[in-house]
């Protein structure tokens, strides 16, 4: 019982870490009517700059955990995410709106690493496939949430968005009942550069899996428009829907894992190529499906496989060494995606309106190889059996 009221806690952290920057999206057409003014990176900076600080913090969280417990981190983090977050109502400047995002980032900062490295540090390697399962599926509910419901309070005001970061409350009561309050590392951990060559594989992987990913939310709904087959209300849906098949595919890795534990590491790659590919055929409602169905799998199996292969290799103390390396690698990928494909759409594939899907697929191939390369002859390792649980 005291198992399952720890990983419940901790997966709650897992739904609010998507909503740093996508699930205000919706909101940014009118929030950009009333700051019209201002110049139009800052308002892609109202998405994009709590990435930024999140990269930021987590290079710090090693250092930050030798003097701080963890439940006092979680609810300092919560309460930053709440205030910081829902603070952005009142702002009528488009400076100090930026700044309570900036907040936001670091709060996202402070939990992202717990999110998924407390699983590593209270469960054995041998349920580690199954939890980063369920993260990653409560990552992209939270993502399906958020973007929902924020969109619903923008028609009445942009302001009531940033009301989604209330979810945080749910949180900060679970930790403070039931999360643990242990230090996770201890005065002799290693340097992030130490870790990030004894880690690199994973690191890398998700840096170029969120690039890869990202392609998609980024450019759909511009391509969508100009191709004209989809209304604004249909593209919202789809965009929504490839959150929801990640969703259920994260729910199902654990079963997916263990059948397919040595090809597992190619899925990602390999569908994710086979998606973007659909989305260059001509455009139909039936290609789009396939497409979406197809990125919604990769993704969901992509995130935690690698959470699994880093949280094992990491073992107890994944969370203060591979996983804030992990999450900073995943904003990054995040943040650097638009710019790539930018660079590269213009390069190689100048006025094609599929630019954007064909940079994605070369990037599906940079990344098979480097998965080739790096986890050729590497599969989970054998299931301990004197490991214990907290079951």
């Not at 009221?5 to 870490?17: A, F, G, N, R």
Request: hydrophobic share 55%; with cysteine; charged share 10%.
């Amino acid at each position: 019982m005291e198992s399952n009221k720890i990983k419940v806690t901790i997966l709650s952290i897992s739904l609010l870490t998507v909503m740093a920057g996508a699930a205000v999206a919706p909101a940014l057409g009118v929030i950009r009517a009333y700051f019209a003014t201002a110049p139009d990176i800052l308002i892609k900076f109202i998405i994009s700059i709590p990435a930024l600080f999140i990269i930021i913090t987590n290079l710090f969280f090693k250092y930050l955990c030798r003097i701080v417990r963890t439940k006092t981190i979680a609810v300092v983090g919560l309460v930053m995410y709440i205030v910081a977050g829902t603070s952005a109502l009142f702002a009528n400047d488009i400076w100090v709106l930026l700044a309570f995002r900036a907040v936001l980032g670091i709060s996202v900062g402070l939990l992202m690493p717990l999110s998924t490295g407390l699983l590593a540090f209270y469960y054995p390697p041998v349920q580690q496939s199954k939890l980063m399962g369920q993260a990653a599926a409560m990552n992209q509910l939270g993502g399906v949430v958020g973007t929902l419901l924020a969109g619903l309070l923008s028609v009445v005001s942009w302001r009531l968005s940033f009301l989604v970061y209330l979810f945080g409350l749910i949180s900060i009561v679970l930790v403070l009942l039931h999360l643990p309050n242990d230090k996770l590392v201890s005065k002799n951990a290693r340097m992030p550069i130490k870790q990030l060559l004894k880690f690199h594989p994973s690191v890398v992987g998700m840096l170029l899996l969120m690039m890869i990913f990202f392609v998609f939310p980024s450019n759909f709904a511009i391509i969508a428009t100009r191709q004209g087959l989809f209304s604004d209300k249909s593209i919202t849906l789809i965009l929504v829907a490839y959150d929801v098949v990640a969703f259920f595919v994260g729910l199902m890795f654990g079963t997916i894992m263990r059948t397919c534990k040595r090809s597992m590491k190619y899925f990602a790659p390999l569908l994710f190529f086979c998606s973007y590919w659909v989305f260059t055929l001509s455009p139909s409602l039936f290609t789009t499906l396939v497409a979406l169905i197809l990125g919604g799998i990769a993704n969901g199996i992509g995130v935690p496989y690698i959470n699994t292969i880093a949280s094992i290799k990491g073992g107890k103390h994944a969370v203060t060494s591979v996983m804030p390396l992990i999450s900073a690698s995943l904003y990054l990928g995040q943040f650097a995606s638009p710019l790539v494909v930018k660079l590269f759409s213009k390069t190689l594939f100048p006025g094609d309106i599929n630019a954007a899907y064909k940079v994605a697929m070369l990037l599906c191939i940079l990344f098979y190889i480097q998965v080739f390369l790096t986890r050729s002859h590497q599969s989970l390792p054998p299931n301990p059996r004197n490991e214990k649980s907290l079951n």
